[in-house]
């Protein structure tokens, strides 16, 4: 099955949409984020890459399950699968056109991404295959031969380009990150928790039960880019441009 | 004429407060960003370190009328000359305890102040005296002997830390900022301009007056980084500690 | 039609070539470097990777029809289309080859090319092509079977590597750049809008005339990083080794 | 009473010497550093170079008391406070004289100060007044006229520069370090809770009972390096010189 | 001959493995940290990825021959040559596969692979191989159709991530590296330099023989590494990850 | 003896002006760049702040005597020592109205100064008081009461910025310096280190004889940063600001 995006149809306007390389990553990384912009009443959409399989102790429709049940903890606007290879993730054109069209037809204000450095292969290319797909989701005559989907028929939709690209940091690389800044997810901790309880088959078969887990580092990272930021929990963004900010009492 | 904070009578709770080695460096740095936020109703000051003198075509009583006439411009809610010396700028005690009695009469929200590279001697000084008398300020015991002022009773005021410091880049130094942020100053151009022309004996007696002149760099330096962050115009500004942000669609 | 170099009988020796993904790229990012520079005397050379079509507002011909203008405006000394695919660049092997080929005829002392981080994915690939293409320049025993270009012959002309390489930002990432060093155009500017403005289709129509327009933020950036350096206008460059230099009166 | 170091007489040789500019400043940044060290049979002294008072909790009786306790909860083979002025600390001959004595005294193979960026004044002093008395430690013929402590018959002890300065960050400026490298405290990290639990009048009286106490940051940044650094518990450390390690297996 | 790793049965399990572009960059940029290791009696192995040729000088039995003398030179305990093709090194899944194999069975705790910046084409495509093969030897259910090697019945042993990966820098790029440390080669650089002049085909052949010779200038770098870390001889080494270490007693 | 400038009438207009903390520190960081502006015909002089006495086996006399034939070795325009006191250099008032004097006096368009970053306090305190001094040069009106030598009837000469501050880097911290740019000192060398064996007592008695001396330190340093910037021999310098440039062909 050839990646695709969805039909027109199905897509609603968003505000802000994640795309991750697998289903999990969203929560793992911004889970935080998703839920603290739901509640403002922003429309909140993830588009997975790929569908994560296999794994020692998944499958596609085990996978398909949990990502649902993920979906509803957190009570997302939307979310799509696009349909991508797992593990073989590359940015060409037939995946440029596939995400580029995404963005055109959910026209998100704020697009977060995988960060550019990661142990991960598929994050990596999935951090330049956002990137480029955003820039291709503003090109006008995409019918033309040889142009992006011209053998569909262009991209459908009208041109648009995603007005900012923030970037998250996943578990695999250790780095330390050097945030643009941090988002405060006060009081939606425990949500985002239980939103990733429902990847089981990832995130707790299998895995050590002592201190520290899985679970408990996602608790101390969020404490600690709270501390950061003198709040009590926080996730970490990335931009490639400056920040500009209209009310300096919007910052924390 | 020793350095003085003014009389707990006459000081307002302020919003924010700008702390400037010279009258006319907050006009020149952050002219806009005082003014954007004055027209959201803060309230903003400004304590000028020193009177600035003596300089080329100035004399302290031009220069403190043209400081009257620069308040009015920006509509300033508080401005404070804290009768440091000129070139002989330092961090010392009682400087240090003398504005940070400014912070607990004022108790500024967010602080701005010099940032710690420069080539004005008294400017590098005023961003370190700034991030001392920032801690000073909430000192307790200050009457005990040996302790800051406590020749006077010790610190006016309640203990207080502003709980915001950013810094602000002046022209001297033409390093290139790497900024935190940008605060968008867009519409406020004008008024800013305004406002630093009050400055005559500093900023136009005797100076150039083909392009570029010091207020077509004004101009410029608006654009740039009005431009590096999507607005018409801008002002960067930096922070030495992570910036927090409670909403994405804050940023600009 | 496939990638390819001029015929060797076409190409002179340049002392500076720039490599541009896209016509206008070359004149919107070092315009005024390639002015200096052909005014000292210099032999300056634009290559072309793109057409740049298709655009909202252009065609191939029209394309070509203002290439030519502004290479006139400039005043270069010679100016190839590399005819590789817009919107699809890739730093494959045949324009690795073909770009190659391009260093070895021209043999210039300094190419220019993008910088690696853009917003712009054919600019990204510019970046590593114009690169790993350098590299290529100096192989040896290009003639062997599965060796660059050996279905030719080889590469044609002699083993060359062009000893220096900087890079150029353009308008898409509003990064700030930290630029290496940065170029004196003062007095060439007038004639840097003039070579841009022959790109009508792509910079003028349809665009917005009102302040701030795509020309008034090029004379900003020119008077920034004029100002950032002491001089009128200048240009950043970026370049990956250190820099060096035998006099320090070279400097400015 | 003049800043001072102990007689001669009183003073051991050290592997690892820990300059702090208040008690509990050791403790609580590199707490599991020293006991780390302490465990592999290593002398390990801290110098405390103010008795940190007034605090709002605290007087001398006490917070000597809370200091002698800490001590020997954590083992320290030597202890010492240097009597320099809390609040008022300066990088002064007379400070740098006294704190070059220690050095030449116990000898440390390794010293650990606090990091050059801090918002506590006396921190960024301490920083500065520690490098520079590191290389005071090495001069000679300080009893001549007019040198270090020639009223005193000059620096005691042989002249001495220690190997290695490393820097530590305290709690006060949240800055996000970009450490040198980190120290594996896995093990360590219950005792250096209890050393620090000994300032009862500083960390516990009059402080917030719940989450996130100072207590529970000191864990979460603990493990934050540690995750950071594959272990289970870390602290950061900085060097100005490059790191050099002979067997690659000693890194985790 | 498609890219190929060794048959399980050849294959030890290693300490540290070195994964090189060409025969001879392990030599020249790790020679030193391979002699320190194996000296310490660990089991050092190395993997060129191609054969290196062609080159002026050079052919495939002459740079075999010359390959095979360097490792007796060295004493490694182990190498092999993955044939991929060089000068068209690419990250694909077939090449990631086969140095992904080489992983799982040689099962090193220490990787060194090429800094991710360089002038080599090949060289920056062996840095992002490497980094992606390591997280390929960590799957699992590489035999379902369409995984990694499952023509061949999935990657052969067991699932593996090799714990560390550094990055060494090579010749090409003259970057001035900010190492995360560097390893004393003190004793070692003699040997270092008779491995290396073994490849006689690459580095003495038709090279200039007055000061400075690329020996000489490998002795400048050895000497210029070892003076920043107070040792003779070092080799300077780059980690995406914070650096731990156990005791500060094992760095110099 | 009060810090003191020279007497106008003795005072030569200079091109170059290098300011040392210490007779030796000016041959040993720049003394390559010194040289090589000293043979295109430029004027070049050396201010040392101290005399750098008392050292293990030097003292003033025998300083004195070595540094007059250092300056002979050289071949400099002008040399003063300013009389401060070593080992306690301190950026107050009165030296920065000396420094500030002799740039008055001499005119510099370029000071070369120490680094902000060095172990040794008095490099430290120089590179502070140089770039103060610098800006005071510039002052007006310094004889009214209370400003820079006031006593003395204000600062002599014509207020003068002198246009350009590079920081050179010595050889106390064995940091890796990321320069500005680097220059090549290429044919210079032998006389550099002729120069520096002129300061025997400072470089030669009591120090090793044995590889690597400090003489072979300096050769590796000099070839280090010569390989870097692809010419034989380069001292590497740092700017605050950002480095201009009219003709890349300046480049090297």
């Excluded at 979310?79 to 073989?88: C, D, T």
């Excluded at 970490?236 to 400056?242: F, H, I, K, M, Q």
Aim: net charge negative.
């Amino acid at each position: 099955m050839p990646a695709d995006a969805p039909p027109s149809s199905d897509v609603p306007k968003l505000d802000l949409l994640v795309v991750a390389a697998h289903p999990d990553d969203a929560e793992l990384s911004v889970g935080g984020t998703i839920l603290k912009h739901l509640a403002a009443g922003k429309a909140v959409g993830v588009v997975d890459l790929t569908d994560g399989e296999p794994t020692p102790h998944g499958d596609p429709e085990t996978r398909a399950r949990e990502t649902a049940a993920a979906s509803e903890a957190l009570g997302l606007t939307w979310r799509h699968n696009l349909g991508l290879k797992n593990r073989h993730l590359e940015d060409d054109h037939a995946a440029r056109a596939a995400l580029a069209t995404v963005f055109r037809l959910t026209r998100p204000d704020i697009v977060l991404g995988h960060a550019p450095t990661d142990t991960h292969p598929d994050h990596v290319r999935a951090a330049r295959l956002t990137a480029d797909a955003r820039f291709w989701a503003k090109l006008t005559k995409t019918d033309l031969a040889g142009q992006p989907w011209s053998e569909r028929g262009g991209l459908p939709g009208e041109p648009f380009l995603p007005p900012k690209l923030y970037h998250f940091w996943s578990v695999h690389l250790r780095e330390i990150p050097t945030p643009s800044f941090c988002v405060d997810i006060t009081g939606h901790l425990e949500q985002k928790l239980a939103a990733i309880r429902c990847y089981e088959s990832q995130l707790t078969t299998g895995r050590a039960t002592a201190f520290p887990t899985l679970f408990d580092d996602i608790e101390t990272r969020a404490r600690y880019w709270g501390w950061a930021t003198h709040v009590t929990h926080a996730e970490p963004l990335g931009s490639g441009e400056s920040v500009g900010v209209g009310d300096l009492f919007h910052l924390n």
